[in-house]
């Protein structure tokens, strides 16, 4: 969010998303890898469907396949800290486990990604 407040040239919608998406099955395998567990349960739709209940969404979001690329943003120049989701997913659960999250944020390639911290 902090680069689009400070790219000027970008106006409209965005995609957020990171720049190689892959099907739910190779996200949950390397986050379950990054976790150090081997083997996970199948979500099965009545599952997902009260859970999207519970949180008050739509299971389209997790049931509807969409491969978005984040096209905009890379073209301006953002450059992800962790553009494929294994190493994503390692950092994610190092973090977890030092109890101590930290945001890290992508920046223009070039520039100090200071700059655009407040």
Same mark, same amino acid.
């Not at 739709?45 to 905009?72: D, H, N, Q, Y």
């Given at each position: 969010?902090?680069?689009?407040?400070?790219?000027?040239?970008?106006?409209?919608?965005?995609?957020?998303?990171?720049?190689?998406?892959?099907?739910?099955?190779?996200?949950? *395998?390397?986050?379950?890898?990054? &976790?150090? @567990?081997?083997? =996970?349960?199948?979500?099965? !739709? $009545?599952?997902?469907?009260?859970?999207?209940?519970?949180?008050?969404?739509?299971?389209?979001?997790?049931?509807?396949?969409?491969?978005?690329?984040?096209?905009?943003?890379?073209?301006?120049?953002? *450059?992800?800290?962790?553009?494929? &989701?294994? @190493?994503?997913? =390692?950092?994610?659960?190092? !973090? $977890?486990?030092?109890?101590?999250?930290?945001?890290?944020?992508?920046?223009?390639?070039?520039?100090?990604?200071?700059?655009?911290?407040?």
């Amino acid at each position: 969010m902090q680069f689009l407040l400070a790219c000027e040239d970008i106006a409209g919608p965005v995609n957020l998303a990171a720049p190689h998406p892959l099907p739910q099955r190779d996200f949950m *395998a390397a986050l379950r890898a990054a &976790w150090g @567990a081997p083997v =996970g349960l199948p979500a099965t !739709r $009545w599952m997902v469907e009260i859970g999207a209940f519970v949180m008050r969404t739509e299971t389209e979001l997790v049931l509807k396949s969409r491969r978005v690329v984040p096209a905009r943003l890379v073209d301006a120049g953002f *450059a992800f800290d962790f553009p494929e &989701w294994p @190493a994503a997913a =390692g950092d994610l659960v190092a !973090r $977890w486990r030092q109890g101590a999250p930290e945001t890290r944020h992508g920046h223009r390639r070039g520039h100090n990604p200071g700059d655009m911290r407040q």
